[in-house]
């Protein structure tokens, strides 16, 4: 089917492979059918090194697609996250070959320098958005997406925040609908 990483919101700010919306988004995948990697970038938990302002994280997200790819070699890749995890697997993925399919969960677009890396992007994008998210509104997440391909899509969680506190459940079912679309195999639609 696939495999796809996970990547958890700034370390400095809380985040780690345990937060509640990438375990969700996680076991949405995985419900269909998808193997799901979480992981803890550099310096978080019991992980080596120290935080890296973005740049060494991006690699963490490498690597985790590097081991997906031996654990799993014939499946497509998907590289997706939450908040700060989104942008690195955004960034990430975008460049990647084996990845075919990307989410980004609560993006924080409004304190994004640049989105600029998404207009290479061809492959299809999941933005999933709560309505009250303070650090990306849903009008920006939604100018973002209109920028790219058709192959992306946006939700916005009605009263959700950023962490979609009372909403876990309305994101989770969203990525799951997402996910059994398959939406890496955009060759077989597009024959």
């Not at 193997?35 to 938990?45: K, L, Q, S």
């Not at 100018?143 to 994101?171: C, G, K, Q, W, Y």
């Amino acid at each position: 089917m696939a495999a796809a990483v996970v990547c958890h919101p700034h370390p400095l700010y809380g985040g780690t492979m345990q937060s509640k919306v990438v375990f969700r988004a996680a076991r949405a995948v995985v419900d269909q059918e998808i193997a799901a990697m979480r992981f803890n970038f550099r310096g978080t938990g019991a992980s080596q090194g120290t935080h890296d302002d973005g740049r060494g994280e991006r690699e963490d997200v490498r690597a985790a697609l590097d081991e997906l790819a031996k654990l799993y070699p014939s499946l497509p890749l998907i590289s997706g996250g939450h908040s700060f995890g989104a942008i690195m697997a955004l960034l990430a993925g975008v460049d990647d070959g084996r990845v075919g399919a990307m989410f980004a969960l609560g993006l924080p677009v409004d304190r994004m320098t640049d989105t600029s890396f998404l207009d290479r992007c061809q492959k299809p994008i999941l933005f999933v958005q709560g309505e009250h998210d303070v650090f990306g509104s849903a009008e920006a997440v939604r100018t973002l997406a209109a920028r790219l391909p058709d192959l992306s899509s946006v939700s916005i969680v009605p009263s959700a925040d950023h962490l979609f506190n009372a909403s876990l459940d309305e994101l989770e079912r969203i990525v799951a609908a997402w996910a059994a679309g398959r939406p890496w195999r955009r060759d077989e639609r597009e024959s």
